[in-house]
């Protein structure tokens, strides 16, 4: 089945840097992307998302690219702020006819911004 | 007030004792979903439903039973036969199980076994 995994699993940063953080991926239909943020004690929720008709998304600080060919996608986040802080999961599924989109998450990777 | 409200937010069992995790929305959504949240693991799908009156299995479901008589409503029993039930459980739901959508979450229950 579907796995995805997800790199780093903790990431430093000081404020104002860039963070990147990468995921792969194994099924080929895989065609929908999402990276979810889940702050201290809070819910998770979605930030980004991509499906596979584009290679890159923005919107305002964050982007996310896709190499479908490579079978990874990545989250950049840029002049990273303290409230940046989070555990961010990435997620992947495929849409079969008619089917359920199941999404498979990434075991997630905890960013950390210093002031 | 839009959302998806879970509860409780925190519940201990001791162990042998079944215990079930409320989940309710009021978003109008058609999917809904039980995820187990342990360090380290992401997020490992538990059952979900796409539908009123169905559903289905996902990747961890020894031990766990769902129900789905109402739209608003999945309520997840956490069984004794759960070997390892000590953790943060997210409920979320979508528009729909099929259109690769927004999955919104509940703010999640954290099950600790005495």
């Known amino acids: 089945g579907e796995n995805v995994e997800q790199h780093p699993s903790t990431l430093s940063v000081q404020e104002g840097d860039s963070a990147v953080i990468k995921c792969t991926y194994s099924d080929s239909a895989s065609n929908y992307f999402p990276w979810y943020k889940q702050e201290l004690g809070k819910r998770p929720q979605l930030i980004i998302d991509i499906r596979s008709n584009v290679g890159e998304k923005k919107d305002q600080r964050i982007a996310v690219t896709l190499n479908k060919t490579a079978k990874h996608f990545s989250l950049h986040i840029t002049e990273t702020q303290p409230e940046d802080s989070a555990v961010y999961f990435c997620a992947a599924s495929k849409n079969p006819l008619g089917g359920y989109n199941k999404l498979i998450f990434g075991a997630g990777t905890r960013l950390a911004v210093h002031p | 007030d839009g959302g998806i409200t879970q509860s409780p937010k925190y519940l201990f069992r001791k162990e042998g004792q079944n215990v079930t995790l409320s989940c309710e929305q009021n978003?109008?959504?058609?999917?809904m979903y039980w995820y187990r949240q342990d360090p380290g693991q992401g997020l490992r799908l538990i059952y979900y439903s796409q539908i009123v009156n169905d559903f289905q299995k996902g990747d961890i479901a020894e031990g766990y039973s769902v129900s789905r008589e109402k739209k608003e409503s999945f309520p997840l029993t956490v069984t004794s036969a759960q070997k390892n039930p000590t953790a943060f459980y997210l409920c979320a739901s979508s528009i729909s199980g099929t259109s690769g959508g927004e999955l919104f979450f509940g703010e999640g229950s954290r099950l600790t076994v005495l």
């Open positions: 978003l109008n959504h058609d999917a």
